[in-house]
């Protein structure tokens, strides 16, 4: 799978069945507004775990360092806000979006 299937219903979806697995929860219980912290007990570790998750199954390197230095300066409260890191996370790793391909 690569980023051209990352549509956002598709991204929702892997989303929450990955948060599903890292936090043992049912995908059912995990919605957009979903909180990270106080719902599902994740802290950045957590989020480092489901980047290299995204990473595998949508092919994509991010810089890691630059991944943490946006999450320090983006509020993450819910899986929505979760949800629209990683499509910024995507769109910097698409070489199209970069005016590149």
Do not use: H
């Not at 980023?3 to 990955?18: F, G, H, N, P, Y």
């Not at 049912?26 to 719902?39: F, G, N, Y």
Request: charged residues 30%; proline residues 3%.
């Amino acid at each position: 799978m690569g980023l051209a299937s990352a549509d956002s219903a598709s991204l929702v979806e892997d989303i929450t069945e990955i948060l599903a697995t890292q936090t043992g929860r049912s995908p059912r219980e995990i919605d957009a507004r979903t909180t990270l912290v106080e719902d599902l007990d994740l802290d950045s570790v957590d989020f480092l775990a489901l980047v290299a998750a995204l990473r595998e199954r949508y092919g994509i390197k991010p810089d890691i360092a630059w991944v943490i230095r946006r999450m320090r300066q983006t509020t993450l409260a819910t899986v929505g806000d979760l949800v629209g890191f990683i499509r910024e996370i995507l769109a910097a790793c698409d070489p199209a979006a970069r005016g590149e391909g």
